[in-house]
């Protein structure tokens, strides 16, 4: 991956990555170019439009906080905003994402400044062995977009397809409530 002169990221790199649902038998892999705006700077790939978002993101974009779980977009692992939208990148192709806004973790810190919620979950350790942590976040960045201030039964809602196999449910609704207290605990 390289910057141009505009600032646009450009992706060359396509055979270090392997998305087994694009390359199906009788399936042509068909690059075509795709582009989208990903943590705030216009992304263009030369790719496949058919492949996961998750994969590009991971292998050619270089991006491994989005985490890959279950594949089938149950547990919440992969989750990044799309628009407002907490999506599930392992389901997500790249022709999904045309024209759209992408936000994965690494989008969210302002420079070296934490955003409100990756500080809360760093201040009541809503987290433990770490590997939901970022779609959990990424899931409850989307509900604080929609609703800033939840009660706490609407956080448990909004964060009940995100799993935490290491059990730190609890700590993680405290870090979501005491965001959703903090100015703009979205933005």
Request: glycine share 10%; with cysteine; proline share 3%.
């Amino acid at each position: 991956m390289r910057e141009d002169k505009t600032g646009e990221r450009i992706s060359f790199r396509l055979e270090a990555s392997v998305d087994a649902a694009s390359h199906l038998p009788g399936r042509a892999s068909l690059k075509t170019t795709v582009r989208f705006r990903l943590n705030g700077k216009p992304t263009v790939l030369h790719t496949d439009d058919e492949r996961h978002l998750l994969w590009v993101l991971r292998t050619d974009l270089d991006l491994t906080g989005t985490k890959y779980g279950c594949g089938a977009g149950y547990c919440g692992a992969c989750t990044v905003l799309i628009g407002r939208e907490a999506v599930r990148s392992c389901r997500t192709t790249l022709k999904q994402v045309e024209g759209k806004d992408v936000v994965t973790i690494e989008g969210l810190a302002s420079g070296d400044k934490l955003h409100p919620l990756q500080s809360a979950f760093m201040e009541h350790g809503g987290f433990q062995c770490g590997y939901c942590t970022s779609g959990m976040i990424m899931s409850a960045c989307a509900l604080l977009l929609a609703n800033p201030h939840p009660a706490r039964e609407a956080v448990v809602q909004g964060l009940e397809r995100n799993l935490c196999r290491c059990g730190a449910h609890q700590r993680i609704l405290v870090a979501v409530q005491a965001a959703s207290e903090r100015k703009s605990p979205a933005s």
